[in-house]
């Protein structure tokens, strides 16, 4: 049975309502009252996050330039670092919680999308 059930146009609506939501959700949180640091580092990746997929090979981007497969590795590299971030930078509480449920999310997201 193939576990890769995300297909790479749905893998694209997924990569901007995450990118949607890692803009925004710090708003919502208050992540800049905890951290404005965690708040700005969440900002960042979310338009990191439109940008590249703007320019990768799949339905809804604008330049096809990144192949699907390093698209992947570059998220796989975002959820690393969504999990790594807050022991390096000390979050705690909510900011804590926020990057470890997005980090996992990303990880898993990749780990369902079909690369061929």
Do not use: K
Not at 39 to 48: E, F, H, Q, R, T
Request: charged share 10%; proline share 4%.
């Amino acid at each position: 049975m193939n576990h890769r059930i995300i297909s790479p146009s749905l893998h694209g609506v997924l990569d901007y309502i995450s990118a949607i939501v890692l803009i925004v959700a710090p708003n919502v949180l208050e992540l800049n009252e905890i951290s404005p640091f965690a708040y700005w580092l969440s900002v960042i990746a979310g338009c990191v996050l439109i940008l590249y997929s703007l320019m990768t090979d799949y339905e809804f981007s604008i330049g096809m330039f990144i192949p699907l497969r390093v698209h992947l590795v570059m998220d796989l590299s975002a959820g690393i670092l969504f999990i790594l971030w807050p022991l390096f930078f000390g979050f705690t509480g909510l900011a804590l919680a926020y990057y470890l449920v997005m980090g996992f999310g990303i990880l898993l997201v990749v780990a369902l999308t079909q690369s061929d």
